[in-house]
């Protein structure tokens, strides 16, 4: 009986002991987790102080980010040590919630070192612009409605003057090193350089926010700071872009690379197999993509034949969409007409949401034309985020420049995906979510965020938009765009194929216009791999969400489906399909117990 009791207390004497040693293991572990998420975002802080300015950080107010090489190895070799710090956080020790965090850090961890610590980020034209675009669009999102404000807009542009100068070297650099933008995309860039080279200053559109004092200045005030504002632009900004002009025209644009594939450059292929990781967070190589490409426009293509059949419509498919690209009726008279029906369409699609979602996002948006300095070269629209602590609301830009190739009957596939339910709401949930501000601010992952604006798409047939066959053929349009995507990108950066090839390849298969084709196919060029996200993203919502449909029945709720969706921000397709499998068990768990 003592040997009994003895062995007894031996037992639970060990059992308390390891208790201790793998709650104290948990412990250490959490605490050295947490330590880190406040290290990382304190880091993420100094990387971006523009967003860590709009976040309400106001030391960071008047700093303009950095495009010197210095930086650029700076941050590269912060990605490596924090990933080495992360990875050495064991997972037994962490809770499931951390341990969520932590393989969501280590992914973005990783493909920020794969993106941004490649030599090739030197790089910095695109068909669009570059830093001097960036400003003029930051300045026009920015609230100006105190002295304060004004005092800020004021340190950005002097701030500016560094980061020219440093985006001057680094593309000299570059130009040393092999490592220089495509020809076949900079067709006209000058031309985004010199709209701001102005003679009256105030025109520039760096002087914009003083067309109206705000009733909380004086006028004294506003009579210095307008002044300080004028002298910086005419004795500084122009001057500085004057620079800017010569050293592309002169140095630049004389030595750009004649080739359109990224492989063409040093290190290019490994560099486009990593691109593509990061763009689609799957280990699909780039003859995988491309496979799947050809197999997407093969179905999409037969389900745009059985629309144009319904239609009506007694001639083949090619003159369908001749007839969709040249039809005055398919098109907005005047940039003011663009913009109205954008923006009826838009409340159109908010009073829809509530029967699709049952969490909506506290943020309003806004619609837009987008800056005529860089729209030439732009495509159809933008999504600029918002953010409820700096007062900015989520803007939908639409591209109002070249009406004749801006098709109205593509307008709900384009707001779906660019607003509502697409990027503005998916993106302002997240910033409203419980979670680190590491996750609600900084990473995001392009084939979620892209991938959720396609599927979102999809939802117009939920809220009766797609009432007609053009405006059907639309969106099929844009679903062929980005299935044509896998084709055309990989294509040109894996396959061999020229600009022309590209431009043919999506002119026989979208009713896309050739003038946005063009712009499309400069963006595959300059922008590698990125276009790749959004297929890929929306073919696992799918999946996920006829698995869902399968398995529940008619116990599946597509508000709550989408919710589940969404609920942990932005994630790399593996975790998201992993969630989505816990949730389906849930439900059946949930209705078996309804039905006991």
Known sequence: MAMRRILRAAALAAALLTSTAVHGAQTQASADFSKFMEDYWVWTLEELPLQAAMQGYKEYEGRLG????EYMQWRKASFEKFMRRLEAIPDAGLNEEERLNKAILLHSLRDDRDRFGSRHEMILFRPYGAWHSGLADL????PFQTKAHYERH???????????????????????????QSCAVLNGFEKTIQVHIVKDVSHSAFMKPFARKPSSISEADWAVLKAR?????????IPALQELETFYLKEYAPNCRESVSVASLPDGAAYYAALVRVATSTDLTPDDIHQIGLKEVARIRAEMDKVIERSGFKDDRKAFIEMLRTDPRFYA???DELVMRARALAKQ????LPKLFRRLPRLPYTVKPMGADYAEGAPTAYFNPG?????????????TSKLDQRPLFELPALTLHEAVPGHHLQISLQQEMEMPEIRRHRIGFTAFTEGWGLYAELLGYEMGLYDDPYAEFGRLSYEMWRACRLVVDTGIHAKGWSKEQAIEY?????????????????????????ALAYKIGELKIRELRAKAEKALGEKFDLRAFHDAVLENGSVPLDVLESHINGWIARQQQQAAQKAA
Not at 139 to 142: G, K, Q, R
Not at 154 to 161: H, P, S
């Open 66 to 69: 950095s495009l010197s090489i």
């Open 139 to 142: 300045l026009a999102s920015l």
């Open 154 to 180: 004021i340190a950005y542009l002097n701030d500016f003057l560094r980061v020219n100068a440093e985006g001057i070297a680094t593309s000299r650099e570059a130009l040393r090193q092999g490592l220089v």
């Open 229 to 237: 504002a004028e002298e910086i632009v005419s004795q500084k900004i």
């Open 333 to 335: 008279k005047s940039p």
């Open 349 to 352: 699609i908010d009073g829809e």
């Open 387 to 399: 953010m409820l602590e700096a007062g900015l609301p989520g803007i939908f830009e639409i591209n």
């Open 506 to 530: 999506l002119l026989e298969n979208t009713a896309l216009s050739r003038h946005n084709i063009e712009a499309e196919v400069n963006r595959y060029i300059a922008s590698p791999g990125q």
